[in-house]
């Protein structure tokens, strides 16, 4: 089965730096899908940024973009020129590319952004 | 990207009564899912719902406790059984995005049992 494992419980970083939050995980699957999910106190989950195995290029979406280390396992989201609006608990996830269509999470990381 | 809305969208609950959630997709979608979210805690899959067959249940939850409804391609419902104090919890929905594995998640549910 296949884990995913957020080191940080909790991390927090002054308005307009930068902060990496990272993401392991383990597989024994060579085609995958990898997702951060980001939810404010509000509790809505929003889809911040996906990355499929097979694509070497790192994914990005304006401030978001990820490091992906495919031998190393390694999924890490980068946050430039941090917004108050983005502290939220954000959730790495897994999905196999086979038939199965499940999510695995991690156990998230609560960023804080201060002013 | 789907809009998801689920109803209700809070509520409180006496012991041994039941609550049905609804959650309602703006398109049509394959698969819906229900996800289970105590506080300050990842999710945890409840069970997969495709329309036209039985939900399928993760470990640890049974079809009595959690009965599931896929009546059409845009709608689903939970119902949390016999409820106790330990079914506290939030309580997600979500359906299949374009892309394999991609999930869009709707505003959650908080239930509150005493």
């Known amino acids: 089965a296949q884990t995913v494992t957020q080191s940080q419980p909790e991390m927090s970083v002054q308005e307009a730096e930068t902060v990496t939050l990272s993401c392991t995980y383990d597989t024994s699957e060579n085609n995958y899908y990898l997702f951060w999910y980001k939810q404010p106190p509000s509790r809505q989950m929003i889809l911040v940024i996906r990355q499929e195995a097979y694509k070497q290029q790192n994914a990005t979406e304006n401030r978001f973009s990820v490091n992906f280390q495919k031998a190393a396992k390694s999924f890490s989201l980068k946050i430039s020129d941090s917004q108050l609006g983005d502290t939220a608990m954000y959730f790495c996830?897994?999905?196999?590319?086979?038939?199965?269509?499940?999510?695995?999470f991690g156990k998230g990381t609560l960023l804080t952004v201060n002013p | 990207s789907a809009v998801i809305s689920q109803k209700p969208s809070r509520d409180i609950c006496q012991r041994g009564t039941s609550l049905t959630i609804q959650c309602q997709v703006d398109s049509q979608v394959t698969m819906m899912f229900w996800y289970r979210q105590q506080p300050g805690q990842s999710l945890t899959l409840i069970a997969t719902?495709?329309?036209?067959?039985?939900?399928?249940?993760e470990s640890g939850f049974v079809i009595d406790k959690f009965p599931i409804s896929r009546p059409n391609l845009t709608f689903s419902t939970l119902t949390v059984s016999n409820m106790s104090p330990e079914d506290s919890s939030i309580y997600l929905c979500?359906?299949?995005?374009?892309?394999?594995?991609?999930?869009?998640f709707g505003p959650g549910t908080r239930l509150t049992v005493l």
């Open positions: 979500s359906a299949d995005g374009t892309i394999h594995n991609e999930q869009f």
């Open positions: 719902a495709n329309q036209g067959s039985e939900a399928t249940y």
């Open positions: 996830a897994f999905g196999s590319g086979g038939s199965n269509y499940k999510l695995t």
